[in-house]
């Protein structure tokens, strides 16, 4: 089997954490699947100083998100599993009800349902008790929920040393592991 990974960014603020993951992953072995929702195109445009065209080749392969009948949408299709960079809370809500509308929500609706690691990382504050119930609802189908959090024990000097521990350290439950990590305890 090939070693697949499928990079989903939906339109939360925070596009730089999936755009992050594919820069990181490119130095590895790993064919990189990307599904952008529209809403991320959007946010490209307000948070980052590069074109939708720019992140579409960081992938080895990238599936338009209207295309529901990409290989990406089968179970027969194996990878690891699915990284969504960021997970809006509609795109969550859509994997926890299993309605999905869109290639990224039944990409990771299907991960599900073949029982491979699907990492959320959600990107919403505050939350209310829908959204808590949601993220305890798609614990208990099998996801990961792993809000980008800064850690400071890693010393960060900036905003992208912050977001790629975050990644990493996301990357870390596909069993996939950087030098860019910053382990509690290690220099």
Sequence with gaps: MLDRLIIGISGASGVQYGVRALELLQALPIETHLIMS????????????????????LADVYHPVRNVGASVASGSF???????????????????????????TRA????????????????????????????VAVTEMGAVVAPPVPAFYA?????????????????????????????????
């Design 108 to 135: 990771a609706d299907v991960i599900l349902k073949e029982r491979r690691r699907l990492v959320l990382m959600v990107r919403e504050t505050p939350l209310h008790l829908g959204h808590l119930r949601n993220m």
């Design 38 to 57: 529209k809403s991320a195109e959007l946010t490209v445009h307000h948070e980052l100083d590069c074109s939708v065209d720019e992140i579409k080749a």
């Design 78 to 104: 194996q990878t690891r599993g699915m990284l969504l960079a960021p997970c809006s809370i509609r795109t969550l809500g859509e994997i926890t009800t299993g309605v999905t509308s869109s290639l990224l």
């Design 155 to 187: 010393k960060p000097d900036s905003v992208d040393a912050m977001v790629t521990q975050s990644v990493a350290r996301a990357l870390d439950l596909f069993d996939i592991t950087l030098p860019e990590t910053h382990r509690w305890t290690e220099s």
